[in-house]
Structure formats: C-alpha cells, structure tokens
C-alpha cells in the first residue's frame, strides 16, 4: 500500500513563498510520474502540475507557470512543490497523487492518477 504524506502548509502574506514536500512510502517511487493539485474553498479540485519519473520533465497549469516549480528526490522518496509570489487565490488545500504508471498521457486529468495524499492547507493574506 502507498501512502502519500504532504506537509508544509500554513499562512502567507501576498507575494511570499512555501515549499510543500510529499513523503511517499513504498520502494517503487520512482517509477511513477507524481503530480500536485489543490482544491479552493467552494471549487473543484483542479490540477496544479506534474512531473516525470525521472523529474526532467514537468507540466503546469497555466496559472501555476512560471510562479511554481515541481521537483523530486527520488533518493528520498519525496516530492516538492515551490510556490512563489503567492497570491491570495492559491489558497485552497494542496494534494499530491501519484500516477498509475510512469508515463502521463493526460496530467491534468484525476484519472491518471491512483494514489492520493490526504492535503495540506494553504492560506494566502491579502
């Protein structure tokens, strides 16, 4: 069984930075691509970005770019997501989900993706 472990979360002034990590357990880490999405308060969850298994590739919404980095050490079985200059409607609780393969023919889609961790929050101030 896969567990999946966010943490990082908090509050945030408008314009500042969090790193969010992602403690995977399991041996087989990294040979799955790994994505971040978040859910707002009142809204969908919605795909933040993702990463290969290998890390050298990444893909992010359209919003996120250029604002948001993924990464991964695969040594450590864990996942990261840089968010900076952070704005008041990033705030939501922060997911990360690990694909059913390693490949990601859809990143943005739910259904790539077979494990799930339990969220960490996130509240951007004005």
């Known amino acids: 069984q896969v567990q999946l472990v966010e943490s990082g979360g908090g509050l945030v002034q408008a314009g500042g930075s969090l790193r969010l990590s992602c403690a995977a357990s399991g041996r087989t880490f990294s040979a799955y691509a790994m994505a971040w999405f978040r859910r707002a308060p009142g809204k969908e969850r919605e795909f933040v970005g993702s990463i290969s298994w290998r890390g050298s590739t990444t893909y992010f919404s359209d919003s996120m770019k250029g604002r948001f980095t993924i990464s991964r050490d695969n040594a450590k079985n864990t996942l990261y997501l840089q968010m900076n200059s952070l704005k008041p409607e990033d705030t939501a609780v922060y997911y990360c989900?690990?694909?059913?393969?390693?490949?990601?023919?859809?990143?943005?889609?739910?259904?790539?993706?077979?494990?799930w961790g339990q969220g960490t929050q996130v509240t951007v101030t004005s």
């Open positions: 989900a690990r694909a059913r393969s390693s490949v990601l023919r859809t990143p943005a889609s739910e259904g790539e993706y077979d494990y």
